[in-house]
């Protein structure tokens, strides 16, 4: 079967690096069961695109072949977690969509803080998952810093999960260019970050309180108690079965009455009745009914 697909994808129409029909469901099918990506075909060409990358760089020609590499029982947890994060997208930004970040700020961090000092407890624990390069759980302890009654006698602690290792070690330097801060306001960068020749270094004070760990969001990782959850503009590349399982799973996280940011673009319209959609201005969150 090798032979005749090699020879095939060789002599046949399809140009250097192109899929075949069936190679690219193989592809797809591989990648949604893995990290519940879903790939459609208007996806392909980008597949196809990331795909070559990676072969080049592995010195392969022939897409099968690698396909047989990365399934492949000895070295499929080697390549399969580099394949997934050379697919990944992860477009983001300091204090992306901003509305959301003054909802944070006036109206679900207030609640949240008044329900702590009842219970006598100032610990606040969030989880952003799909983290991406840093910036979304950065910005996230940069609001609560800016925002909380006596910051200093609180523990924040935010998780900040990826697949992508690329990402997370990004996240973890912590090391941003100049044009990569625009959305933060001045008096937050001089506090908050130190200069080191052209770039800007996210400070102690912000990152010892963010945990990043490798996570893929097909599966549970165990989080219990959060109050808030960020995981925006990562469903969207998720089918309806996957995203209504993920919004099962971050249910499941939250302690009732805790918080769920999800991406502009996203929602939980159909996907699960225990939340309820809290809005102003052009931000939008999600409360999980106690
Ligand atoms: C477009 S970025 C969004 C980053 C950030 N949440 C934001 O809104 O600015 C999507 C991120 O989700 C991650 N991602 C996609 N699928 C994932 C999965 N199954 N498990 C964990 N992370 C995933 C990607 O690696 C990428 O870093």
Redesign the pocket.
Known sequence: MTTALTHRIHSGPLGPGAISDSEFRLFRDLIYEE???SLGVEKRSFLESRLRRRMEDLGFEVPYEYYRMVTNAESRANELPRLLDSL??????FF?NRPQFDLLQDVVLPEIVARKEKAGTRMLRVWSA???TG??PYSAVIALLESLPDRDSWMIRVYA????FT?LERAHAGLYRPDQLKGIEPHCITQYFRQEHEYYVIKESVSKRVIFDY????HDNGLRGLDIV?C???MI?FDTEEQRKLVGRFANCLVPGGFLFL?HAESLQGLSTRFAMLHRNKGIAYKLEA
């Open positions: 990290c519940g990506i990944m997208i992860c477009e983001t930004s992306r799909g983290c991406s910036q979304e999960s990826d697949l992508s990402a996570h893929n969001l097909k960020f925006r503009n990562v590349y991406g």
